[in-house]
């Protein structure tokens, strides 16, 4: 298989969640005192419902599991890997997977690890001792059959860091995210009101298994986030003070060293912050490796800011005279004004199309509340509602999303959505609600509003999205055989431009299909169709321009 350099550095990076070089992080083992007397002897009721005390584990009738945990940090962390060992095997199983697949050399990986021995050598000091007991309980749920690879614990601390590998290789369109906050006379109740696309995607399997987790935790605020098994840090959360997290990625450099995962930085300032400045707090006193933007609703403060996170720079973006506030993968604080990397995303990348066409859809809605904020979520189309092919990243519904999800503060209510994408229903819970039930004990059925859920999108059931479907796994198996250099059908490309007529890619893939046979009659043709149509970024343009040239030149 052909390697360039950004992906043999993908396969380097994305190694360092199992990394056999980390022995540091085991003499840095949190205090485990208490781990003889927390009872992890789980009682199965029957395959969707798991109860360890008041720890509870239920899936609920649209297939999202639902989480109580309660206690210390290393009883929490036991517990949840008592609970959910199945749902992190099968997180862990298609994380191994993609790696054996990128890299199926035994003497490769070797290579590979001793790499990451670099890079992984000092994350261990960066970490809150309360967070590596949590994760050191987890991890002794782990599959044992990858220990060949790290150690169970060193597993599981390393792949929290795999969220900022993904937004450092934005270029590898493993990430993208949206969001918007809006309060006063742009909601219909003047409350405040937020809204993100988690668009992480690390492959289907991963996304399979959501959990919705209510933690009460023995210090700082009870809160929910939603996650995946094996997982502690926090992506989407709302605490009991009402204060909500989101996190978005920014441009970053490849990273050299691992410190705080940005996904522990949110987790602590969902546990720990109650209002606008005590998350600041918290985030200036953490050193990250990546680039992000950590969008803080507060019911306290009736507003939404930005905190702009980097290896050297912070930043607060808060809107002056405006009722509303949108993020995407861009930081718009004054401290990056003149920072070369936000700038070329601003130029190069999808996030200020994005950017816009959230505007564009806050603009055009009146009085939003939950319903209408789904709706901007489930957005498919470009700017001015122009058709830009299923599964464009300048959508706002890429259609690869891990989740979405509403907050409203205020009310302390929060809408996740369900499988697949943010396409299924968007599940309503109350934290009061959901807390009351959870401590009361012997839950046994789902702690959701079911008559506040908002309804699946109805394009699920068309025939428009089983093409879409069909069009994905068909382009990402033409792309891999392209790159194998394994026979390709040429009705399978035609079948491309039939199923997602809109997508540049369904003509670029075609084109370059026909550059490598040395038909570059054939290649120019698709590749001036792609050009016609709304290419994700400007490196994408280049690349098109570039191979008709070439394609012309060979002629």
Known sequence: MKTSILQLLYLVLLFSITSCGVNRSLKDRPNLDSISEIDTVRTVHNDSLLTIGKNTLLKNKYGVWELYLEGDAL???????????????????????????????????????KMVKFFNRKMYKYVPEEYKQEIYGISRFSLEKYDFFAPAYVRAMYLHGAHDIGHALQDLMLVGCTSFAAW????????????????????DDFAEEKIVAFINPTEGHKFMMYTWGGFIGAVSGLNIQGLSVTINAGKS???????????????????????IDEAVAIAKKRKVFVSEAIMIGSSKDHKAVLIEVSPNNFGVFDVENSDHLVCS????????????????????SHSAYRFKRMQELLDSSDKLDPEKAVAILRNRNGLNGKKIGLG??????????????????????????????????????????????????????????????ISKDEFVNSQEFSDYEVFR?????????????????????????????????????????????????????NYKKALRLEITTLSDRKRLIKRIKKSYRKL
């Open 75 to 113: 009883e929490r962390g036991l517990i949840n890997g008592s609970l959910t060992k199945e749902l992190m095997a099968k997180q862990e199983i298609a994380i191994m997977t993609k790696i054996e697949s990128l890299v199926p050399s035994k003497s490769y990986q070797k290579f590979l690890s």
């Open 184 to 203: 006063d006379g742009k909601t219909s109740d003047g409350k405040l009101l937020l809204g993100r696309n988690f668009d992480f995607y690390a492959g």
């Open 329 to 348: 993968n861009h930081f718009q604080s004054a401290a990056y004004n003149s920072d070369r990397r936000n700038t070329k995303a601003i130029e190069e």
């Open 253 to 275: 450099k490849i990273p050299l060293l691992a410190k705080t995962p940005i996904s522990l930085v949110a987790r602590e300032i969902l546990q720990y912050a109650g209002t």
């Open 473 to 525: 796994k068909l382009s990402q198996q033409i792309e891999l055989n392209l790159l194998s250099g394994q026979e390709i059908k040429e009705r399978d490309l035609q079948k491309l431009q039939i199923l997602n007529p809109y997508y540049w890619k369904s003509y670029s893939i075609t084109g370059d299909y026909y550059y490598e046979r040395e038909d570059y009659k054939m290649a120019i043709i």
């Open 392 to 453: 464009n990243e300048k959508a706002i519904n890429q259609l690869l999303a891990h989740h979405g999800i509403i907050f409203k503060p205020e009310e302390l209510k929060v809408w996740v959505s369900a499988n697949p994408y943010q396409l299924g229903e968007f599940i309503a819970y109350d934290l009061n609600d959901a807390f009351n039930k959870f401590e009361r004990g012997n839950v046994k059925n789902s702690v959701s509003n079911v008559q506040a859920t």
